[in-house]
């Protein structure tokens, strides 16, 4: 079954640090641009970052940029993303969404269920 | 990143039609082939609706339909169904992928 999974959410105070991670099966995950994608409560889908197959081109939406950093291991098919100087609008779920082998693709066909970053004191 | 302008909000009746607009500028949603449509259901993960524009991914009812005009984007949901009640997003390229706002589609 083609299914990405992610972890690694929890709770964490202002300024504070998490790691993401997004296990990837079914497909060969060496072949695809992988995107993060939040949704805070109330508001709508924002595309975070992406990495190109190789993790060689990443790119971040300004408001994460400088603090976020997206990367994979295709060794693990598992892709990351690290969090630092969190701010409690960052708080939403966040979902890894499998991209195209083009990066200008949009279309995320495989998205997992989600992982729920809490940033609060 | 350019913001997608949608609708807060669209209802329809049970078998009846509705289209969601995304208007994005004319350097993104304008000058790409590069709209997708997303559904999602509350607690749910978003689900890839249409892709470049027009294209149903397998496993999608023939009932929605995508299009463009310009630098507007639209989704039509013909023969509207309960299920289909969710929030509805679109996104393009331009430079980066962008999402819209969403659209809540109420099915009365």
């Known amino acids: 079954e083609v299914q990405l999974v992610e972890s690694g959410g929890g709770l964490v105070q202002p300024g504070g640090s998490l790691r993401l991670s997004c296990a990837a099966s079914?497909?060969?995950?060496?072949?695809?641009?992988i995107h993060w994608v939040r949704h805070a409560p109330g508001k709508g889908l924002v595309w975070v970052s992406r990495?190109?197959?190789?993790?060689?081109?990443?790119s971040y939406a300004d408001s994460v940029k400088g603090r976020f950093t997206i990367s994979r291991d295709n060794a693990k098919n598992t892709l990351y993303l690290q969090m630092n100087s969190l701010r409690a609008e960052d708080t939403a779920m966040y979902y890894c969404?499998?991209?195209?082998?083009?990066?200008?693709?949009?279309?995320?066909?495989?998205w997992g269920q989600g992982t729920l970053v809490t940033v609060s004191s | 990143q350019s913001a997608l302008t949608q609708p807060a909000s669209v209802s329809g009746s049970p078998g009846q039609s509705i289209t969601i607009s995304c208007t994005g500028t004319?350097?993104?949603?304008?000058?790409?082939?590069?709209v997708s449509w997303y559904q999602r259901h509350p607690g749910r993960a978003p689900k890839l609706m249409i892709y470049?524009?027009?294209k149903r991914p397998s496993g999608v009812s023939i009932r929605f339909s995508g299009s463009k005009s310009g630098k507007t984007a639209s989704l039509t949901i013909s023969g509207l169904q309960a299920e289909d009640e969710a929030d509805y997003y679109c996104?393009?390229?331009?430079?980066?992928?962008?999402f819209g706002g969403g659209t809540k589609v109420t099915v009365l």
């Open positions: 969404a499998r991209g195209g082998r083009d990066g200008n693709s949009v279309a995320f066909d495989i």
């Open positions: 079914g497909f060969t995950f060496s072949s695809y641009w």
């Open positions: 990495i190109n197959s190789d993790g060689s081109s990443t």
């Open positions: 004319s350097s993104g949603v304008g000058s790409y082939n590069l």
């Open positions: 470049e524009v027009s």
């Open positions: 996104c393009s390229y331009a430079g980066s992928p962008v």
